[in-house]
């Protein structure tokens, strides 16, 4: 596995220790366990031990000179970021249609007219795996720039099973050569095809009946998700789906009330979903539902922000107690960005959360959203040495300075993948 990693002399370590059990919630998401002067010991991918400088000085002093030193002096130490809910294996891009919503078209408009996600699927078809596979390898690297070190990948821009089935096996690809880990949805469910238009409950048979069981059979998602909207699926559509995703072990995500009330947040409740993602127009009944049931809440301010809505009022959903994770939900028709750091700072500015409990929602509360809280998202003893140091000397200035990319330096499973701001020249980005 390499040398052994020291980080040492960070002006802040964010640990977030203690929350690998379950998300952050309330004033838990402004616990950020912050260790100044603080230093991490890397071996074999794994954090070994977390502390004080002159603590973990002390106790590996023997071992310095066999161990890579990152300098993190004046710097920020946060867990590795995570990115729960992305679009990540497409092809082509729609900036017409940016031009179309700056002239007053509506998303709902623009798809009707054969635009949106079914533009992505004509052109995500006709794109071979290879394609595929360089277009999202470049898209990895460029989240990892920006100190993302796991995604989720859903597919959906195929809605017939070919061309969903190749999005997954790029997904899987992906996982395995590149150092970011991906972790896959299967999302055929993202809308109705032209043809099942009159017909949509065919379309909701054949997902439940051929193509989720093939989907679990080999092995190629861990989670089903479906948008669960007006004009596209209803909720009782939504749970014929996820709870057809249950029974073949797929967990379920649903994309939930974004743009107009329409139940979802309370569905995600009511079937256990992992988490319930949008949220734009969610019902108070529904929030406090998803705070009981834990429902994780992944928020997309930057979504709302290109689309030019309002934002998700993530403020009441904390004092709700429903725990929140954000995303980019990068994708190339409300969301083409990578930069989950700017997510956060709109997370501040749009939806009045805080600078900690920002943090929080991009590392812990977001890799629970995945199913990854015990491996991920905290920098604790036996965890995936998987961090992001950022050149700013603490967590407030993260958010302060925004639009800006501090990421310094990048460790994915106890190796240096982005250093000065740039991936390693010396380093090929592969898992192997």
Known sequence: ???????????????????????????????????????????????????????????????????????????????????????????????????????????????????????????????????????????????????????????????????????????????????????????????????YKEKPDQFVELLINEMIPKVAELGLAEFNDVFCEHGVFTPEQSRRI???????????????????????AELAAEVGAISADHLLRASEKGMKAMAEKGVVAVLLPGTAYFLMAES??????????????????????????VSLPFIMNLGCLKMGMTPAEVITAATINAAHAINRGREIGSLEVGKKADITIFNVDNYMKLQYSYGVNHTQTVVKSGKVVVRGGQLHEELSLSKN
Request: charged share 25%.
């Open 312 to 337: 998700a009022n993530g403020r009441k959903m904390i004092d709700l107690g429903v725990p929140v994770a954000l995303s980019t939900d990068c994708n190339p028709g409300s969301s083409p960005t």
């Open 242 to 264: 996820l709870e057809a995703g249950k029974q073949h072990g797929l967990m379920p995500k649903i994309h939930a009330d974004e743009i107009e009330p329409y139940e979802g």
């Open 1 to 195: 596995m390499g040398k052994p990693i020291f980080i040492r002399n960070a002006s802040q370590i964010v640990t977030l220790q203690g929350s690998s059990q379950a998300p952050l919630v309330k004033e838990a998401m402004s616990e950020l366990g912050m260790i100044e002067n603080g230093s991490v010991w890397i071996e074999n991918g794994v954090i070994c031990a977390v502390g004080k400088d002159e603590v973990l000085f002390e106790k590996y002093q023997d071992r310095l000179s066999e161990a890579e030193i990152v300098d993190a002096s004046g710097k920020l130490v946060t867990p590795g970021l995570v990115d729960p809910h992305t679009h990540l294996v497409f092809a082509g891009s729609r900036e017409n249609e940016f031009n179309m919503r700056l002239q007053g078209a509506t998303y709902m408009e623009i798809m009707n007219s054969g635009g949106g996600i079914h533009a992505t699927t004509r052109r995500t078809k006709s794109a071979t795996r290879e394609e595929l596979f360089e277009e999202s390898f470049e898209r990895l690297n460029q989240f990892l720039r920006h100190g993302v070190t796991t995604v989720e990948a859903k597919s959906g821009y195929g809605m017939e099973w070919e061309t969903e089935l190749k999005q997954l096996e790029v997904a899987k690809l992906l996982n395995e050569k590149h150092v970011i880990d991906v972790v896959p949805t299967f999302m055929g469910a993202h809308a109705v095809p032209k043809k």
